[in-house]
């Protein structure tokens, strides 16, 4: 008796270490935002509440998609899979990204460490990661990749490969909106034209994915079940993708305005 209860112990902690792995990450990014924040407000300027709120937001999506009965039933149903797949590469990243972390980080950082991080921003690697295209490509890309291999099938069996896909699914995803964004600041910026072109090309590429495993299941998945994960990756990434392009649009639409000359706007306050 003794002995399957030990049995049974083992095995409920073999299937909460993929999870507690995924979430500790995630939890020291909030405590240390916040600890951020905290500073900010207290020696610097004040920081808006609807980046801090972002941030929570966003962390709370990463954990339900890692944790918790989604992350859970994720193993068994594809359907569920998507969903956190959803939240994890394109609903957390966007909120994340709205957030601001590096501006915020830069902002409370003593000024040699600011430095030091502005000047590796500045860094070649830095520059290749954060073309639009390349982002894309390992978004997108890396999705084509396990879903249309084996890969699927073996992060399941894996613990490796299931912590390696879930931290590249939010990175791509995360470095993806921030490119095409800009809401922190980046040295080796690209044009609104060049960006909303990459913005079309990948969302085309998501969504002939979730046609294509509509009708080609992933290795170990049900056709029904593909059918639900399919429809549910078109639909879901179509509405996350069209805030995605309306803020991309609204941000271009700010640069474009004509602004009024000064003596106009001085002589309308007066």
């Known amino acids: 008796m003794m002995g399957s209860d030990i049995c049974y112990a083992g095995e409920q902690l073999s299937k909460a270490a993929p999870q507690v792995l995924l979430a500790l990450p995630f939890l020291f990014a909030l405590c240390l935002y916040l600890a951020a924040v905290a500073v900010s407000n207290r020696y610097r300027r004040k920081w808006p509440y609807f980046r801090t709120a972002c941030w929570v937001a ?3 999506l990463v954990l339900s998609s890692v944790t918790g009965p989604l ?9 569920a899979h998507m969903a956190g797949h959803l939240l994890l590469g394109m609903a957390a990243p966007l909120l994340l990204v709205m957030a601001a972390p590096v501006t915020l980080i830069l902002r409370t950082l003593p000024t040699g460490a600011a430095r030091t991080l502005a000047r590796l921003l500045k860094s070649k690697p830095i ?5 639009p295209a ?3 490509l390992l978004n997108v890309g890396g999705l084509w990749v396990l879903y249309t291999t084996e890969l699927y099938r073996a992060m399941h069996e894996s613990l490796f490969l299931h912590l390696f896909i879930h931290f590249h699914v939010f990175l791509a995803g995360y470095l993806f909106t921030a490119v095409i964004l800009y809401i922190d600041p980046i040295p080796h910026q690209k044009s609104f034209l060049y960006r909303a072109l990459v913005l079309i090309l990948a969302l085309a590429g998501h969504g002939i994915l979730s046609k294509y495993i509509y009708a080609h299941p992933p290795a170990g998945v049900a056709e029904a079940q593909a059918k639900m994960g399919g429809v549910f990756m078109y639909y ?6 069209m805030i995605l392009v309306f803020l991309l649009c609204l941000y271009w639409y700010r640069s474009a305005r004509p602004r009024k000359p000064l003596r106009e706007s001085v002589s309308k306050t007066v």
Request: aromatic share 8%.
């Open 58 to 60: 966003g962390i709370s």
């Open 71 to 79: 992350a859970a039933r994720a193993h068994v149903d594809f359907t």
């Open 127 to 131: 520059r290749f990661l954060s073309d």
């Open 236 to 241: 879901g990434g179509d509405a996350i993708d």
């Open 134 to 136: 390349v982002a894309a």
